[in-house]
């Protein structure tokens, strides 16, 4: 029954069904009629192996009898609902759970500690929940997952030692939280780790360990929009299957490892946004399968390479390095114009793409952007009659119920505030210096916006979101 755009409720009678082995309505447009009651229905089947009820509109908590049902029960789908409370500890009871995907729903609280006795779990997904606290050490236990994913969640603290008992792990994401201290070292020694390791927008700090280069296997490594400092470790000329490493957005330091050239695969790299200095290795001309580099926003000095990726500009963003020079002039001539302060220029333009990239939730580095396309000018496209088509399926999501102070913020106030901030960042990012608006006139014009935003009609309502909170 699942992808069938089905509506209505769940159908009665699934108390009766004994000898039931799978049940999926996945993908369709159910509702809910009495919360997750039904999920209690089914534990008289004793021989269910397989329960899908995600991609629905389904709404309500998970009942603590969800402990009772099948103990041959293997995977469990319940991801992208309307689902909220807790995650009731009695899940543990289903010991036989090979997959557990909880994710994209309105879960809160804390990750229960029991969820460590799932010891046959292979598959953990809690992603684009609310769960906040820290990773319990129990987790840990979990020595058969190879695929984990808390991404887009409150939770905060270190990333637990016992991480690193996942020795079958092929892909870990953690990115868009609040994690912060080191990188704990046993992350790295994780040797069947092949397809991602995602930490990117928390807040972890301190060097990026040598460590890094037992991740032989892995393809994507995205530590990006984090705190870490020091330098690159000339070690990840190890990670040989490497295609993609983001590490924008940091403090790190020194120059750029010449021992990138040794990582074949790499096709693309983005060391933007840090305080790299010294020259562009010119080793990484030699690079012949990267498509993506972006170096912005150091301070990198000397000649510009000129071979390889960079002759073709469209793939190389060097903005930022005012005292880089191009084989077809200097970068701060190029991009800002002469006369201008490249500094005072480059810093508008960053703030202009950032604002960009969080409304968008799309990077300038996004796999869409091919031969002219760029951010910039995908905004630009669709600026002013269709901005929400640009907006981030998050961002959208949460304009659709939007309150402040009890009071309802009208959908036409929020539409006329994102073409104001969309506007704010196309003019910090239009070609010529000269024309940019000002960092000043930029900050007014967001000013503006918010205070425009938080004068709503109002309307009696209990439940809202507190933007200033």
């Known amino acids: 029954m699942a992808h069938n755009l089905l509506e209505g409720t769940v159908p009665p009678g699934l108390e009766n069904l004994p000898f039931l082995e799978m049940y999926n309505i996945g993908f369709n447009r ?60 009695s899940i543990s009871h289903l010991s036989s759970l090979t997959l557990l995907n909880l994710s994209y729903n309105s879960l809160s609280g804390e990750i229960p500690l029991e969820i460590g006795n799932l010891v046959e779990l292979q598959e953990l997904g809690l992603a684009g929940n609310l769960i906040s606290g820290s990773i319990p050490n129990s987790l840990g236990n979990l020595q058969k997952l190879n695929q984990i994913d808390l991404s887009g969640n409150r939770l905060l603290g270190n990333i637990p030692t016992t991480f690193g008992n996942f020795q079958k792990l092929l892909s870990m994401d953690l990115s868009n939280n609040r994690f912060n201290g080191n990188i704990t070292r046993e992350i790295f020694n994780l040797p069947s780790l092949s397809t991602v390791l995602n930490l990117s927008n928390n807040l972890l700090s301190g060097p990026l360990p040598e460590e890094v280069s037992l991740l032989e296997k892995v393809v994507a490594i995205d530590l990006s929009g984090n705190l870490l400092s020091g330098n690159i470790p000339s070690s990840i000329s190890k990670c040989k299957s490497l295609e993609k490493l983001f590490l924008a957005r940091n403090v790190l330091s020194g120059p750029i490892p010449r021992t990138l050239e040794e990582v074949k695969g790499l096709d693309t790299l ?70 201008e302060k490249p500094s005072t220029a480059g810093d508008v333009y960053s703030f202009g793409v950032m604002l960009l990239e969080l409304f968008t939730g799309k990077k300038p580095t996004h796999e869409s952007f091919i031969g002219d396309l760029n951010l910039i000018r995908w905004v630009q496209s669709a600026f002013p009659a269709n901005v929400m088509q640009v907006l981030d399926p998050e961002m959208l999501q949460l304009m659709s119920n939007l309150y402040h102070d009890d009071k309802s913020i009208s959908p036409d106030i929020q539409h006329d505030c994102l073409i104001t901030i969309l506007g704010v960042g196309l003019s910090c990012t239009v070609e010529s210096s000269d024309a940019r608006i000002s960092i000043r006139n930029a900050l007014h014009k967001l000013k503006s916006a918010r205070e425009t935003l938080f004068k709503p009609a109002p309307i009696e309502n209990t439940e809202y979101i507190d933007l200033e909170a």
């Open 270 to 339: 983005d060391l933007s946004s840090n305080q790299l200095s010294g020259s562009i290795p010119v080793e990484l001309q030699k690079l012949q399968a990267l498509q993506s580099l972006n170096l912005s926003f150091n301070n990198l000095e000397g000649v510009v390479p000129s071979g390889g990726v960079f002759t073709n500009l469209s793939k190389v963003h060097l903005e930022g390095n005012p005292k880089l020079c191009l084989h077809l002039g200097c970068v701060s001539s190029q991009k800002y114009g002469m006369g």
């Open 30 to 89: 159910i509702v809910s009629e009495d919360g997750l009651s039904f999920v209690t229905s089914l534990k008289n089947s004793t021989r269910l192996n397989f329960l899908a009820i995600d991609g629905n509109q389904l709404e309500g908590v998970i009942p603590e009898s969800i402990g009772n049902l099948s103990k041959v029960l293997l995977k469990l789908y319940m991801g992208g609902n309307r689902i909220y409370g807790n995650i009731p500890p």
